[in-house]
């Protein structure tokens, strides 16, 4: 099986920064995008930034220039650099990892969430 364990949210105040991380293990053999979500209260889940097995990343509108997408393809890990933060950034963030099945299509696996709080 795999595992998706989540660290770095935590309370900081506007304009701060926060590097969430996210390190997959167990059965991890075709990674196809790693990535993070975000759900805040009374909002539907939405991503915020991914970056496939190639390098390539996408972003949100609302965190582009201020979060970066980085991962360690050995260790299965990514992280989330947020800089600027912002009082609605606040939410719980999600590590996703969508590897290929070997039957075809693809397994997405999810970590347990880390809230992340902007306030002052």
């Known amino acids: 099986q795999v595992q998706l364990v989540e660290s770095g949210g935590g309370l900081v105040q506007p304009g701060g920064s926060l590097r969430l991380s996210c390190a997959a293990s167990?059965?991890?053999?075709?990674?196809?995008?790693m990535g993070w979500f975000r759900q805040a209260p009374g909002d539907e889940r939405e991503l915020v930034a991914a970056i496939t097995s190639g390098g390539s990343t996408n972003y949100a509108d609302s965190v582009k220039g201020r979060f970066t997408i980085s991962r360690d393809v050995a260790k299965n890990t990514v992280y989330l650099q947020m800089n600027s933060l912002k009082p609605e950034d606040t939410a719980v963030y999600y590590c996703?990892?969508?590897?290929?099945?070997?039957?075809?299509?693809?397994?997405?696996?999810w970590g347990q969430g880390t809230q992340v709080t902007v306030s002052s």
């Open positions: 996703n990892v969508d590897q290929r099945a070997t039957m075809g299509g693809r397994l997405s696996y």
């Open positions: 167990g059965n991890i053999f075709s990674i196809i995008t």
